[in-house]
Nanobody, 130 residues
């Protein structure tokens, strides 16, 4: 398995931007599709988006996440990124990265109880002030 560590969280004003990183160690990073999720207090975990393992790096975003969030990865640095723009107080949450060899597992992780990503990071807190 890979091990995942998120970083880059913190306090930001509404309208600001933040970039989160997810650093991987252990197994070969390029063997894993990756995803970003978030969970706000008292709410269910939700998918922000996911990115394929290699070669073209196709991405998937739920409609609710399109426009302000961009996922990218650098396999040479074993790192995935989440660029967040025009942040709102409603974006306040703990942000998690996850890895699985199958992109589909990440895409369905919050809607299909049988889809469980192989690895999760510990999360990083993002707080957006109004």
């Amino acid at each position: 398995q890979v091990q995942l560590v998120e970083s880059g969280g913190g306090l930001v004003q509404a309208g600001g931007s933040l970039r989160l990183s997810c650093a991987a160690s252990g197994r070969t990073f390029s063997n894993y599709a990756m995803g970003w999720f978030r969970q706000a207090p008292g709410k269910e975990r939700e998918l922000i988006g996911a990115i394929s393992r290699r070669s073209g790096f196709s991405t998937y975003y739920p409609d609710s996440m399109k426009g302000r969030f961009t996922i990218s990865r650098d396999n040479a640095k074993n790192t995935m990124y989440l660029q967040m723009n025009s942040l709102k107080p409603a974006d306040t949450a703990v942000y998690y990265c996850a890895a699985d060899p199958v992109l589909h597992t990440l895409v369905l992780a919050t809607t299909d109880k049988d889809k469980n990503p192989e690895v999760w990071g510990q999360g990083t807190l993002v707080t957006v002030s109004s």
